[in-house]
């Protein structure tokens, strides 16, 4: 089966002035490896700082302008440059990142969430995807800043998984969520999963992954200590 993602030998760093105009290389990622296939869902665990939002945003593309990247990443086979992250990143590649602030303030919650399909149609594709995440058909007409902070968290959960992307990456996607919308949440990435789409569960609760996930990659101080099947 042909890996979706593979990440080789990934090190970020990052330049810093230090004293008037003398710069420096901060350096937060070395030599970190990672790939999903499709079908799996990989956690990727560790402490704060060991990574893992980097990796996340490595992937996409979307680090910060003074980050410095070396390593090889390929979706399909194929290298993933920066031409190819802009294509894929928000199709193909789906990103819930860990602020609700990425959702648009100035759409109402039914245009984030459902896009295609006309009339009933879409009536009836966001009734579902309300209802899996336990919010009222009401929350639709709602804007961003009138949801509450959990209500917002299973929205933009929603927005990544509602979409035809073939690879998810969810950057500590449950917190503040009761524990039945936890357990929801993951066992729709298994769902998703089982369809032939890959995972990227980045979290804090190895607990909750262990239920879902094929296989366990643990990060510490930016590099890879290990990958394991869960078992």
């Known amino acids: 089966m042909e890996t979706l993602l593979s990440v080789e030998n990934l090190s970020v760093s990052f330049r810093q002035y230090q004293g008037g105009l ?11 490896n990672v790939s999903i296939k499709p079908g799996e869902i990989v956690a990727v665990v560790g ?13 996409l593309g979307i680090l910060p302008a003074n980050a410095h990247m070396t390593g090889k990443m390929t979706y399909l086979g194929e ?5 190819r992250q802009a294509r894929l990143r928000g199709k ?5 990142p860990q602020s609700v602030n990425f959702l648009d303030p100035l759409m109402r919650v039914k ?14 594709n966001l009734k579902e995807v309300l209802g899996r995440y336990q919010l009222k058909e009401e929350v639709g007409r709602l804007f961003p800043f009138q949801l509450s902070g959990g209500m917002a968290r299973r929205v933009l959960v929603a927005t990544a998984v509602t979409g035809d992307a073939q690879l998810i990456i969810a ?7 009761h524990d039945d919308v936890v357990r929801e949440t993951l066992a729709h990435f298994r769902e998703l999963a089982d369809q032939g789409r890959g995972v990227m569960l980045i979290t804090h609760d190895l607990e909750g992954a262990l239920t879902v996930a094929d296989r ?16």
């Open 171 to 177: 950057d500590e996607p449950t917190p503040g969520l």
């Open 47 to 59: 402490s704060s700082g060991s990574g893992k939002s980097l990796l996340a945003h490595a992937v």
């Open 92 to 96: 193909e590649i789906a990103l819930i």
């Open 111 to 124: 245009h984030q969430l459902v896009s295609g399909g006309k009339g009933r149609e879409q009536e009836a």
């Open 79 to 83: 290298e993933l440059t920066p031409k």
């Open 22 to 32: 003398r710069q420096r290389e901060l350096r937060v990622i070395t030599d970190l």
């Open 216 to 231: 366990i990659a643990v990060f510490y101080a930016g590099t890879t200590v290990e990958i394991a099947p869960k078992e």
